[in-house]
């Protein structure tokens, strides 16, 4: 199967972090021990110049977003976009004490600032990827992010799961901002998605309200992230090469036919209009994420592969665009 | 083995290449007359050839309605009934009913609107449908969205199941260029969407799509106010609202509602506009059709432009399942009148659970 579902990284971590991994193994009887995620945070704080008690670690962004709903939304209404990191918003539906969902609606997906300006005269917690998963699309600047913040009651947790594609981020602003914390993975950009790793760089409402968090990752876990952290020059040419392929399946895609939204990420959101399109391509041995389950029928979020698996998905699109059985 | 019936209606969707929208009535002759050809045997036989599971036993109408096609392949298959040379809607009528009489557990038809309708009339929701899309006018929901997919469903059964919407267009008027449409009634359709691919973003949490009615409808029942009128859209999302009211409401049709009781029933404009007169306050609770999104101007023109202005945009309350409304790009208005859809323009809330909003654009 080629996994274009997910928006994994295609490329595997480096010879060093495997070699990390399988050094840490030969102690996996025991228990994790602080330093060890102590240091990593320590690596974490100097990589993204952020003070080192900030730093909240996660097996995985994903639990962490659970968590901080748990946690904050209990006595607060809650803002998300609909579509966003889907498992988070079906976690935030059934746990809020009140949720909001602002629909994107194609051409722009934009978020309509004015309504959620509106809504923040009463304790709110807000929850923004951004960019935003699946549209690719920034949602917020720094003028809107420091209008919503002003509001002491107001929580904002900015979702940036793909930070190291777009390179934009808010997290210088979280020691000016107490309400504000920016949640980050090194699943994707690291090619560390096995081992799950998200932390929070947290402003200091939040690190007052969190303090019984999980602080033992496995250690191979923190190990390969460590060691990752270490040569990051090495992440920095695999997204070199992924964001070169992404223009090169979008080019490809709309010479086919194929409407394609440009982001700025290592994955694409497309619309097509036959009928079914990721269970004709599971058939074929390529998985993408079908998004008509959670959002609008037709769309669908296709990552970036290798070169050799985005061509065979790009010919089999062709073949399946040709097909009139398959059409409407 | 499973048994399903095939009913495929032979003129549906050749009015399309001629220029005419629908072949009801009197139109076919005409398109004939053009020069029509008929586009349902492709469909079916599209159908018919990705289907891939082979525990199937076919049950067939005779000839051009079904037989024709199903004799192509290799599945096992008994030919139902009889028909008419020139067939008509009340052939599919008639086979329908044969076919549930003979304990089918699933229902392929091929046609558009139309043949929705005579479906919906003849088996109700005695069993699950696949609808092969092939009509010219295809603005029920219930049809699949290709012959692939409408395979997908067939190999698919058993699943979950959901209820899709039949409309009934006035044909002639839509021949002028204009829709008219009323909620016609409900089919039982598999749900394909289940079928796909599995990950962490599997959408395996969706709670059902019941209970989520019943929650809406909670909610929409506790925050109502005594002194307020509230008119009741058709569609199950209201209906399971006026259960939560413990009142019994048309399905199809308008409802009023006043202080908890029912106090009109299947209402039309004139006696929307009466009571309206007596009522100070009043609200319109409704839910937009699936697929394209109308609240008002499709479903339920008894809500005419008078009858919105009245109640004012600021009194509209839309309720629709999370599922329901995030599959949709935006909400739609076309009440007839450009200034009432122009104010009925903008960003709505919609009630999608229990103290559950989504924010989303009408245009």
């Known amino acids: 199967m080629i996994r274009l579902h997910m928006n994994e990284n295609p490329y595997p971590p480096s010879e060093n972090v495997l070699r990390a991994i399988k050094d840490s193994i030969n102690n996996i009887n025991r228990y994790s021990e602080l330093k060890y995620a102590d240091k990593l945070k320590e690596a974490l704080a100097s990589y993204n110049n952020a003070s080192e008690k900030r730093i909240i670690l996660s097996p995985g962004s994903e639990f962490l977003l659970r968590e901080l709903i748990n946690i904050f939304s209990g006595n607060r209404k809650l803002i998300m976009t609909n579509p966003t990191f889907f498992p988070a918003l079906k976690h935030a539906i059934r746990n809020a004490r009140k949720i909001i969902k602002h629909q994107l609606s194609p051409p722009n997906f934009e978020l309509n600032r004015e309504m959620i300006l509106e809504e923040l005269y009463e304790p709110t917690l807000i929850i923004v990827d951004n960019p935003n998963n699946p549209t690719g699309k920034m949602l917020l600047d720094r003028k809107f992010v420091m209008e919503i913040l002003k509001n002491k009651d107001i929580l904002l947790l900015v979702d940036e799961a793909y930070y190291e594609f777009v390179k934009y981020t808010f997290a210088d602003l979280v020691d000016s901002y107490p309400n504000l914390g920016i949640v980050r993975t090194m699943d994707k950009s690291f090619s560390l998605a096995g081992l799950r790793i998200g932390y929070l760089i947290a402003g200091d409402f939040f690190l007052k309200e969190i303090y019984d968090f999980p602080r033992f990752l496995p250690i191979p876990t923190l190990f390969a992230a460590r060691e990752a952290l270490k040569n990051p020059e090495y992440m920095e040419e695999n997204i070199r090469k992924i964001l070169i392929e992404r223009k090169r399946l979008e080019s490809g895609l709309k010479k086919i036919g194929v409407t394609v939204f440009s982001g700025e990420v290592n994955f694409l959101l497309i619309k097509c209009d036959i009928p079914e399109l990721s269970t004709i391509l599971m058939d074929r041995g390529i998985m993408i994420k079908d998004l008509s389950t959670d959002w609008i029928e037709g769309f669908y979020r296709v990552s970036v592969g290798l070169p050799e698996e985005n061509d065979k998905f790009l010919a089999e699109m062709e073949k399946i665009t040709n097909n009139p059985a398959l059409k409407w | ?363």
């Open chain 2, 1 to 363: 083995m499973i048994k399903v019936g095939l009913i495929v209606n032979p003129i549906s969707g050749m009015g399309g290449s001629v220029g005419l929208k629908g072949t009801d009535g009197d139109a076919y002759k005409k398109a004939i007359e053009l020069g029509a050809k008929p586009v349902v045997p492709r469909r079916v036989k599209d159908t018919l050839s990705l289907i891939k599971r082979k525990d199937i036993y076919f049950l067939v109408a005779k000839k051009q309605m079904g037989e024709d096609y199903v004799r192509e392949f290799s599945f096992k298959y008994e030919v139902v009934g009889e028909i008419k040379e020139k067939t008509t809607a009340e052939d599919t009528k008639k086979i329908a009913k044969e076919l549930i009489s003979k304990e089918i557990n699933l229902l392929v038809f091929a046609g558009g609107d139309g043949t929705a309708r005579d479906i919906y009339d003849a088996i109700g929701t005695s069993v699950p449908v696949v609808a092969i899309p092939s009509g010219v006018k295809m603005f029920s929901s219930v049809f699949a969205l290709s012959p692939y997919a409408a395979a997908k469903m067939i190999d698919s059964y058993p699943c979950e199941i959901t209820d899709k919407e039949v409309l009934d267009i006035d044909e002639d008027a839509f021949r002028n260029n204009k829709l008219a449409a009323k909620l016609y009634g409900y089919l039982k359709v598999p749900k394909i969407e289940s079928l796909l691919q599995q990950g962490k973003e599997s959408s395996n949490l969706t709670v059902a799509e019941r209970k989520r009615k019943r929650e809406i409808a909670k909610y929409v029942a506790e925050r109502m106010e005594k002194d307020t009128l509230y008119l009741l859209g058709p569609g199950t999302t209201l209906k399971s609202v006026a259960d939560e009211l413990k009142i019994e409401k048309t399905l199809l049709g308008i409802d009023a509602v006043y202080k908890g009781k029912m106090v009109g029933k299947d209402i039309n404009e004139k006696e929307l506009l009466n009571l309206l007169k007596k009522h100070k306050k009043a609200k319109i609770i409704v839910t937009p059709i699936g697929g394209n999104g109308f609240i008002f101007g499709r479903g339920s023109k008894q809500f005419t432009p008078q009858v919105l202005e009245l109640v004012g945009e600021k009194n509209i309350i839309v309720v629709a399942t999370q599922e329901k409304v995030s599959s949709l790009e935006c909400l739609r208005v076309d009440t007839g009148d450009m200034k009432v859809d122009e104010r009925l323009k903008g960003h709505i809330r919609v009630i999608t659970g229990y103290k559950e909003e989504m924010i989303i654009e009408v245009k």
